[in-house]
C-alpha cells in the first residue's frame, strides 16, 4: 500500500469511527394528530375468496415512496394477523408486514382459508412508524 492510499484508508476508518450513529429516533417524523389510516375494503367481517383485494386509505397526509423525505408524508405498510413490531424503529419486512413503498394505494392478497386480522401502519421514508403513530382500526376477515 502506497502513502496515499494508506492515508485514504485512515481517513474512512476515521470517518466511520466519528460519525455519529442515526439511532432510531433521528429517523423518526412527525404526523399531525388528525392523520388516519384506514382500510377502504375489504369490510370488517367480510368473507373473501383466498386472493382478494384490500384498499387503503389516509386521510391527513401525503403518500410518498419509501427513500423519499417529505413531511407529513408516508407509505402503508399491511400488518396480517397481528405481528409484533417495535412502533420506534423501522419495520422489518415479512410475511406478516408488507411494505408498500411505492406508495400504493391497494394490493392482491392471497391468504390461506380461516380467519385473518389485517391492520394498516404508516412508515416514513425509513420504515419507520411517525412518532405519533398512524395505524388503522384492525378488521377481521374470514378466507374460504
Ligand atoms: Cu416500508
Known amino acids: 500500500m502506497n502513502f496515499k492510499a494508506f492515508c485514504v484508508a485512515l481517513l474512512c476508518a476515521l470517518v466511520f469511527l466519528v460519525a455519529p450513529k442515526a439511532s432510531a429516533q433521528d429517523l423518526m417524523s412527525h404526523a399531525p394528530n388528525e392523520a388516519q ?10 368473507i373473501l375468496p383466498e386472493t382478494f383485494t384490500v384498499k387503503f386509505g389516509l386521510s391527513g397526509m401525503d403518500l410518498a415512496p419509501a427513500g423519499v423525505m417529505q413531511e407529513n408524508a408516508g407509505h402503508h405498510h399491511l400488518l396480517i ?14 410475511e406478516q408486514i408488507r411494505h408498500f413503498g411505492k406508495a400504493q394505494t391497494e394490493t392482491q392478497l392471497t391468504l390461506t382459508p380461516g380467519k385473518h386480522t389485517l391492520q394498516l401502519v404508516l412508515g416514513n ?3 419507520v412508524p411517525h412518532d405519533n403513530p398512524v395505524i388503522s382500526e384492525p378488521i377481521q376477515v374470514i378466507v374460504e
Open 37 to 46: 389510516a384506514y382500510i377502504i375494503e375489504p369490510a370488517d367481517g367480510a
Open 81 to 94: 394477523d397481528r405481528p409484533e413490531f417495535d412502533l420506534a424503529t423501522s419495520l422489518p419486512s415479512t
Open 125 to 127: 421514508y425509513a420504515h
